[in-house]
């Protein structure tokens, strides 16, 4: 195969799309609006600690990201989390640690004990009864999350288990978010083995890992991955040029002519809109308006998140194991979510301390805040806030003056909403992008289409490597 690919956009599913184009012996040019390459995944420093400013971490499920990270020399710089110390599930019933065996929430064993302790035995007890439903139940095309968990398997799982994970790892809300985009293989999983219970047992395998710690990461933070992928687009002669905000396409017989705002025009055969799925829409609205109307609308949710470095020698027991997701309207907490940074990953741990050798006990505590509909805590106010809901959570009074060090991060539009008819929506497309092949092709990724998280993202360029042309 020969021709040429422009790549828009360039956090992972770009870079990914860019290198898999190379390997078929194409001439790339990636172009992204931003400064730096990478989306989401990010790094910072706070009080000269190196942290990942937004994935901290990427699912082991699948092996696809860890295959990737090998194939691209990284695998020396893969870490796994802390053993033994899982994570937790805030809600008012209080602090518990997280059931080993669930996915989404959902736990595979309704009765155990771990499960019996956030339910109490009456939620436990409506779960367990929801292997006897039929598999129909509950389970109509573009259901939510919410409608399908309350129903199968009462308010108390939705309310406890389900939503925390919802909103603290989707950044979404159960009232609004299809069941079938948030986690396809339950879905699948629920028409096959008849209930969710046991979709969930079948899907974990046996496995008693905690969600929070079947996972890995890279040191010194997530952001050598998309920088080793520009290094591998650049070594191969590709282009990334950062800083160009496309304002037009133009769809000819042979070519896609894309205008930037610099007023540059560039061409090439085979067009990957590796953006948000708003822009993509607008820029498609009159080169492929076909196209354009049929991806579905994903609305984003900013997220803002505190990340704080602390002398807190009384966290040195990690209380609360590797972190917590909290229940929507927990009392006297608006975090969404906590990692215990220097808890779950060690690397961090020697990392602050070498670079605050004077602090008694240095840790790192990260908060995430902004639930669809909620407004964000004000930046100015926020470090106080955090300190507070931290202190809360962790079962430990931190104050400002043990605080080294803090940083207020917004993602504005890294998070999608998947609403309902979002997977029939993604299921029409490749038909009508199979429809252009006769002439320049598109490609549309991200992780409005592959999923949320690093590891789906992943597993869907591997998955477009294999795809004819023109069904991507």
Known sequence: MSGSTLVVGGGLAGLLAAVRHQRAGRRVVLVEAADTVGGAIAATEVAGVPLSAGAEAYSTGSGAVDDLVGELGLAEQVVAPREGLGSRVVSDAGVHRAPATALLGIPARPLAADVRAVLGLAGSLRASLE?????SYGNRPGATVATLVRKRLGPRVLERLVAPVVGGVHS?????????????????????????????????GGSTQSAGTRVHSLTPTMAVLPEALSERILAAGGFLRTGVEVSALERTATTWTVRTTRGESLEADHLVLACPPDTARQLLARAAPEIADAIPQAPSAAVRLVALV???????????????????????????????????????????????????????????????????????????????????????????????????????????????????????????????????????????????????????????????????
Do not use: C, N
């Not at 293989?185 to 629920?190: D, E, I, N, R």
């Open 310 to 472: 602390l002398d807190a020698p009384a966290l040195d027991g990690f209380p609360s194991g590797t972190g917590a997701l909290v229940a929507p309207g927990t009392a006297g907490i608006r975090a969404k979510a906590l990692t215990h940074a220097t808890a779950k990953w060690e690397h961090v741990r020697a990392l602050a301390r070498e670079a605050r050798p004077s602090a008694a006990s240095p840790h790192v505590v990260r908060l995430s805040y902004g639930r669809p509909g909620e407004q964000l805590p004000d930046p100015e106010t926020i470090v106080d806030l955090a300190l507070a809901d931290a202190s809360r959570i962790l079962g430990a009074p931190l104050t400002r003056e043990q605080l080294l060090g803090s940083r207020v991060i917004d993602w504005d539009r890294a998070m999608r909403q998947s609403l309902p008819g979002h997977r029939a929506a993604l299921d029409a497309l490749p038909d009508l992008l199979a429809a252009l092949a006769d002439g320049p092709t598109l490609e549309l990724v991200g992780s409005w289409r592959a999923g949320t998280g690093i590891d789906a993202i992943v597993r869907a360029d591997s998955s477009a490597s294999s795809a004819p042309e023109g069904h991507s």
């Open 172 to 204: 979404a809300d159960p009232a609004t978010l299809e069941f079938a985009a948030a986690s396809p293989q339950l879905a699948a999983g629920l028409v096959r083995h008849g209930s969710l219970t046991r979709a969930v047992a079948r899907l974990r």
């Open 131 to 135: 292997r006897l439903l039929p598999a």
